[in-house]
T-cell receptor
Framework: QKEVEQDPGPLSVPEGAIVSLNCTYSNSAFQYFMWYRQYSRKGPELLMYTYSSGNKEDGRFTAQVDKSSKYISLFIRDSQPSDSATYLCATYNFNKFYFGSGTKLNVKP | DAGVIQSPRHEVTEMGQEVTLRCKPISGHNSLFWYRQTMMRGLELLIYFNNNVPIDDSGMPEDRFSAKMPNASFSTLKIQPSEPRDSAVYFC????????????FGNGTRLTVT
C-alpha cells in the first residue's frame, strides 16, 4: 500500500464551481500535510500546509485533515480557469516526503 | 529569493550518452532532494542530502545513476549511460531542516533519451 493515495482524475468543472480534491494516507504517525499545485511544465509549488487535524483557510482554498479516517481534502471555492493544474497532496515523516499521484483539474470558462 | 534553480530545462540525448543535471538550492536550505516524475509513476524520490551528505539513496534506480553535492549551493545528478526509459522530468527540491518547513521545487529538467 502506498503511503498516500489520490484519485488521478481528471476532474473537469465549470468556472465558479466548488472543487473537492481528496487523498487518503496509511500511517497514523503522519502529522504534517501539504497541498502542492503544479502547472504544466512547471515544478510543484506549495499551496497550503496543515498540522494535525482541522481546517485551514486561505482565500478561496480550504485544507482539511481528518486524522480519525486518515483523509485529507482541499476545497476550492469559486473556481477559476487559472486554477487549472495538477494538485498533489503530500505528507512527511523524518525528512521523507510522500506524495500522491496528483489530480488533474480543468476549470472551464 | 531566487528559488531552486535547475539546468538545463530541456535535454535531448541519444541512448548511451552521459547526462548531467544541475541544481542550485535556495540559500540557507540544508536539505536537497532529487525527484523523477513520470505519468505512470508520479513523483519518485531518487536521493536526498542533508548538509551535503547523502542520507537516503534507496530510490536511485540503478548504478547508472549517481548524485553529488560538493557544497551547500550545488548538486548534480548524473546518468551514465542513459537509456530511453530514463526519459522523465527530473526535479530538484530543497528545504530548511525544521519540522514544519516545506519542500521548494525547481522547474525541472525534461530529459528525453532517444
Amino acid at each position: 500500500q502506498k503511503e498516500v493515495e489520490q484519485d488521478p482524475g481528471p476532474l473537469s468543472v465549470p468556472e465558479g464551481a466548488i472543487v473537492s480534491l481528496n487523498c487518503t494516507y496509511s500511517n497514523s504517525a503522519f502529522q504534517y500535510f501539504m497541498w502542492y499545485r503544479q502547472y504544466s511544465r512547471k515544478g510543484p509549488e506549495l499551496l497550503m500546509y496543515t498540522y494535525s487535524s482541522g481546517n485551514k483557510e486561505d482565500g478561496r482554498f480550504t485544507a482539511q485533515v481528518d486524522k480519525s479516517s486518515k483523509y485529507i481534502s482541499l476545497f476550492i471555492r469559486d473556481s477559476q480557469p487559472s486554477d487549472s493544474a495538477t494538485y498533489l497532496c503530500a505528507t512527511y515523516n523524518f525528512n521523507k516526503f510522500y506524495f500522491g499521484s496528483g489530480t488533474k483539474l480543468n476549470v472551464k470558462p | 529569493d531566487a528559488g531552486v534553480i535547475q539546468s538545463p530545462r530541456h535535454e535531448v540525448t541519444e541512448m548511451g550518452q552521459e547526462v548531467t543535471l544541475r541544481c542550485k538550492p535556495i540559500s540557507g536550505h540544508n536539505s536537497l532532494f532529487w525527484y523523477r516524475q513520470t505519468m505512470m509513476r508520479g513523483l519518485e524520490l531518487l536521493i536526498y542530502f542533508n548538509n551535503n551528505v547523502p542520507i537516503d539513496d534507496s530510490g536511485m534506480p540503478e548504478d547508472r545513476f549517481s548524485a553529488k553535492m560538493p557544497n551547500a549551493s550545488f548538486s548534480t545528478l548524473k546518468i551514465q549511460p542513459s537509456e530511453p526509459r530514463d526519459s522523465a522530468v527530473y526535479f530538484c527540491a530543497s528545504r530548511r531542516d525544521s519540522y514544519n518547513s516545506p519542500l521548494h521545487f525547481g522547474n525541472g529538467t525534461r530529459l528525453t533519451v532517444t
